[in-house]
């Protein structure tokens, strides 16, 4: 008997190990089957299998139009640093002849939009080590990018920060006409966020001047069923009036003591925007 419950309990370990060790795919490198997307990492690789040690067949620059075929949900997710993807079968078109393959999904678009005859792409590009404050201690970050593409000439990029694996449960991108400053095209924002609480979501507002890529300072959001929360936005100029060489970060602060009252702090930061570079005033 004391050996069946030993080998129960090894069973046991067994088991949650193999679950702790598990990797899913997140949510950002879900694609649908039978629609369209783009490639966002040059010189993706495209194999005969679903494996990075299958024969390379073929290989796309950024901004190639594929068809999202199927998941490949009987093979293991792949995992590089905190981006984890599942492997895609994919049609596409060189010339005029029509291949498939396999390729990774982290090596595509989170997001891509079109305007004035050139393409925008969202997508994650690697994830690296980076010292956290005040403990200076070191930890992973995923680093996301945006192109601006004319066919397959690379305009301008700008890359920033998305946080680690767990927010990348969703993501946005979009493109803003209303925001009224001097000079400005339009404006790009692109987002990640988490499920949980206490997950972070990041929005990123990115200006195109002359086909050049104006990052701001990022925003982050975070909150704990309503325990507490941070929040930050930009109050840009718009159509109805207001300063078209300003804009204003605001941010709010709230928690909750042991009776549950809430303390609330606000404050707001100005930046001048001089029609090609900002600062803060």
């Known amino acids: 008997m004391k ?12 088991l949650f190990a193999a679950q702790e060790n598990e990797v899913y795919a997140d949510g950002v ?3 649908t ?3 369209t997307q783009k490639i966002f990492t040059d010189w993706t690789r495209v194999r005969k299998d679903p494996n990075v040690n299958a024969q390379i067949m073929d290989s796309l620059q950024t901004n190639q139009q594929v068809m999202i075929l199927a998941k490949e949900e009987s ?3 792949l995992k590089l640093g905190e981006r984890k993807a599942n492997w895609y079968k994919i049609s596409y078109q060189k010339g005029d002849a029509v291949s498939e393959g396999y390729v990774w999904g982290g090596n595509l678009c989170v997001g891509y939009r ?9 997508g994650l590009s690697k994830t ?40 990348l449960s969703s993501a946005a991108f979009s493109i803003e006409s209303n925001h009224k400053l001097k000079e400005i095209d339009f404006t790009l924002k692109a987002m990640v966020s988490g499920e ?17 890529l104006i ?16 929040s930050e936005e930009y109050v840009f100029p718009n159509d109805k009036g207001g300063l078209s060489d300003a804009f204003i970060l605001k941010t709010e602060d709230m928690e909750t003591d042991e009776k549950e009252r809430e303390t609330k702090k606000r404050s707001s930061r100005t930046y001048l925007w001089n029609g090609s570079s900002y600062k803060l005033k």
């Not at 930890?139 to 301008?156: F, R, S, V």
């Open 128 to 167: 690296i080590d980076k010292k956290t404050k005040p403990l200076n201690e070191i930890d992973k970050q995923n680093i996301a990018g945006i192109k601006m593409m004319e066919g397959n000439t690379l305009i301008d990029e700008v890359y920033f920060d998305t946080g680690k694996g767990e927010e």
């Open 33 to 35: 089957e039978n629609k």
């Open 3 to 14: 050996t069946l419950l030993t080998a129960l309990f090894l069973l046991t370990l067994q």
């Open 29 to 31: 490198f879900s694609f």
């Open 196 to 212: 949980a609480c206490g997950i972070a979501a990041y929005d990123q507002y990115v200006l195109l001047k002359d086909k050049k």
């Open 75 to 77: 093979v293991p997710v």
């Open 114 to 122: 079109n305007k004035n005859g050139y393409d925008f792409l969202f």
């Open 215 to 230: 990052a701001l300072p990022q925003l982050m959001n975070v909150g704990d069923a309503g325990a507490y929360y941070h």
